[in-house]
């Protein structure tokens, strides 16, 4: 964290951008929703997919990419549905789908809602996290403009491609595995870039030599043009199972593409072939399962938790001082953001104020100005 970081209150910070997404057109509704998932991904300590997010959704609906949601339910049977997203709001449309698919759980056991022509619809684990909270498994995935090589290439072909799961449990908090199959995403290399450090060796690659970058900056312009590439998990080849990361990937572009009727791959890119901004038709899949169909909430929550604590009860290796798991590292930065506040970089502020004076939100003030 920067020594230039400055903390807001979260729910001040909600509120305002809440008024943001207001004040670039859509309804209360919709915005409320937007915020509370960028909300939602600062109070779990993502800080790739929280505010820092704000100005790139700010640019995408004034470019015309991000629309106010208007979206179809195209197909409707008893577990299943086909959402046509008209190239909307994708958190809303999200929401819209993971509760479909909820409600199809509560009366059938399971629920598979998928989705075509949507936006970006930000943190994943707030899907399942809808899904939880009503006594259900939570299961989501998204495709996402060409950023990740397949194994022993070069060039970027899909996206970073979450495949993200959550799981009640009987602990304080429940399991939620939201990560991309990647070994790190787009929003990653923004935050080194706004912070001035380097990559870690072995995320990305050159498309032109195959060799490691580590220069955050120079490589958001370069992944523009296509000149790199971020690597699957397991990193470039088949010595460390990258290919598996890019098995994974490929398992989430088709479900999100092939059930729904979407597009795929290069055709995500955002821009047509005289490279003028198009709509991204990004497209997503929601399950939801109610364990009640099966052996009952409480029996899994049970089970769930007894998995998670005989993880972290197992021995550490010398000099560890603790075994996690999934959620659990968000769940306690979630304390603590609720205690500190929101923490925002020294171009995260300047974004804040450039957004609310285009827009004329005057009466928002900030104590960092």
């Not at 230039?4 to 859509?26: N, P, W």
């Not at 046509?84 to 809303?92: A, E, F, I, T």
């Not at 030599?209 to 523009?224: E, H, I, N, Y």
Request: glycine share 10%; aromatic share 10%.
């Amino acid at each position: 964290m920067s020594t230039e970081d400055q903390y807001i209150d979260k729910d001040k910070l909600h509120t305002f951008m809440k008024a943001v997404f207001v004040g670039l057109g859509y309804p209360e509704e919709q915005a409320k929703v937007s915020a509370d998932v960028l909300i939602e991904s600062d109070l779990r300590g993502i800080r790739s997919h929280g505010v820092q997010r704000l100005k790139y959704y700010y640019v995408r609906v004034k470019s015309g990419q991000h629309l106010v949601a208007d979206f179809e339910i195209i197909k409707d049977k008893e577990a299943t549905a086909v959402i046509d997203g008209k190239h909307g709001n994708g958190h809303y449309i999200s929401y819209q789908a993971m509760e479909l698919a909820i409600d199809k759980a509560k009366k059938y056991g399971i629920g598979m809602v998928v989705v075509r022509n949507s936006t970006h619809y930000g943190i994943a684990g707030y899907y399942p996290l809808m899904a939880i909270k009503e006594g259900c498994l939570g299961i989501t995935g998204t495709n996402a403009r060409p950023a990740v090589a397949p194994t022993f290439g070069g060039e970027p072909m899909y996206g970073t491609n979450p495949l993200t799961f959550g799981f009640p449990t009987d602990e304080d908090f429940p399991f939620v595995l939201d990560c991309a199959t990647s070994i790190i995403q787009r929003g990653k290399v923004e935050i080194a870039a706004r912070d001035n450090t380097p990559l870690p060796d072995g995320v990305v690659i050159d498309r032109e030599t195959g060799q490691s970058r580590t220069d955050a900056a120079q490589l958001l312009k370069d992944f523009v043009e296509n000149k790199a590439a971020l690597l699957a998990l397991g990193g470039a080849g088949e010595e460390l199972s990258g290919h598996k990361g890019y098995g994974y990937a490929t398992v989430v572009e088709i479900l999100s593409a092939a059930l729904q009727g979407g597009v795929f791959l290069k055709e995500l890119s955002g821009l047509d072939k005289d490279g003028n901004k198009v709509h991204f038709k990004v497209g997503h899949f929601f399950i939801a399962i109610d364990p009640e169909f099966f052996m009952g909430l409480d029996n899994f929550k049970s089970i769930a938790g007894g998995i998670c604590r005989g993880l972290r009860n197992s021995d550490k290796v010398p000099d560890a001082i603790r075994i996690y798991t999934a959620g659990e590292k968000e769940f306690d930065a979630e304390k603590e953001v609720k205690e500190k506040g929101v923490p925002l970089s020294r171009s995260i502020q300047e974004d804040l104020v450039s957004m609310r004076d285009e827009l004329g939100l005057k009466e928002y003030t900030f104590s960092f100005e």
